[in-house]
């Protein structure tokens, strides 16, 4: 079974009007050729409607950094998944570790998310990662584990995206090492509920970069990133896009 890579750009909330030439600057990058894999990117919700087609001309899918459950209704200041296919997205994050930490996001309400983006037609990265405790006090699998199975809709592997981010590698500049990044992915495969694991496609993020994409992207559970800070800047986005396998 042969996973197409994605690496996925999250911009968080960064961004404004003056950075949508960022899509100009990837395309010249690319321009000698392009990487092997799918790419997306995640801008603030504010940039999506401008990116749509410079995406389109370059290759690169849209997503939303969050959705709400609901498709519609009494909800100020949240988006749902069908406004963002609406707009032409393809897919959405979901349980971002800052969205759970920063707004109380339980893994049931992100389940519900997952299934809303499904419901819209649209690719949910479903985020699950550990905090530094519970590394330290060695309960990283079961925690993540246990986060996949109340996080991850009933769905076939093929139509979702998980994305492993340990809490303690985002923004940190400190990454998982290749090894325990990659046992942490093969844990998650053997943990899928399906029996179509083999075509679950497993990111992995917190302080990917260009130096340390290479490593991390060789190993055989790791399917591509989700990529912070580095995305901000399409020259390394794009030298990282390089290191797929
Ligand atoms: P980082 O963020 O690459 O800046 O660590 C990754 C993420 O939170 O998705």
Known sequence: ?????????????????SDLAWMDTLGAELEGGRPDCDLVLFPPATLIGGLIEP??????????QDCAPAASGAHTGDISAE???DLGCSHVIVGHSERRADHGETDAQVRAKAE???????TPIICIGETLDDREAGRAEAVVTA???????????SLVVIAYEPIWAIGTGRTASDDDAQAMHAAIRANWRGDDAQALRILYGGSV????AKG???RPDIDGALVGGASLDAQSFAAIARCVR
């Open 1 to 17: 079974m042969t996973r197409r890579p994605l690496i996925a750009g999250n911009w968080k909330m960064n961004g404004l009007r």
């Open 55 to 64: 995406g389109q001309a370059q290759g690169v899918s849209i997503g939303g």
């Open 83 to 85: 406004m963002l296919a």
């Open 116 to 122: 809303a983006a499904l419901r819209a037609g649209l």
């Open 147 to 157: 986060q996949l199975q109340a996080s991850a809709p009933d769905a076939p592997a």
């Open 209 to 212: 970069k260009p130096d340390n």
């Open 216 to 218: 991390l992207l060789s």
